[in-house]
């Protein structure tokens, strides 16, 4: 099994940045993939960035030219660098881990999400 914390959300003013992390524990070797998604009230989850074990990123088009995702050395700790962030950033952020075991199996885990919340 993976475990995923999330930590860095807050309370943030128009047009300011925050800095998401994604602590992975756990069986992280078998981790194919992490990424970040976001969920408003009354709205789907929603992707914004991926991150293969490889180090191929992909955004979400309406985040990508404000929003980095990167991760540490030891590939255990996810980042999400938002910046110009504005109302409707509003959400609670969630990372995830696709991991593929050797029986076949594959398993999608999440974290319980922080709160981002961007004031006028």
């Known amino acids: 099994q993976v475990q995923l914390v999330e930590s860095g959300g807050g309370l943030v003013q128009t047009g300011g940045s925050l800095r998401l992390s994604c602590a992975a524990s756990?069986?992280?070797?078998?981790?194919?993939?992490m990424g970040w998604y976001r969920q408003a009230p009354d709205k789907q989850r929603e992707l914004l960035a991926t991150i293969t074990w490889g180090g191929v990123i992909k955004y979400a088009d309406n985040v990508k030219e404000r929003f980095k995702i990167s991760r540490d050395d030891a590939k255990t700790t996810m980042f999400l660098e938002m910046n110009r962030l504005d109302a409707a950033d509003t959400a609670v952020y969630y990372c995830n881990a696709e991991c593929s075991y050797p029986s076949g199996e594959e398993y999608v885990y999440w974290g319980q999400g922080t709160q981002v919340t961007v004031s006028h």
């Open positions: 756990g069986s992280t070797y078998f981790i194919n993939a």
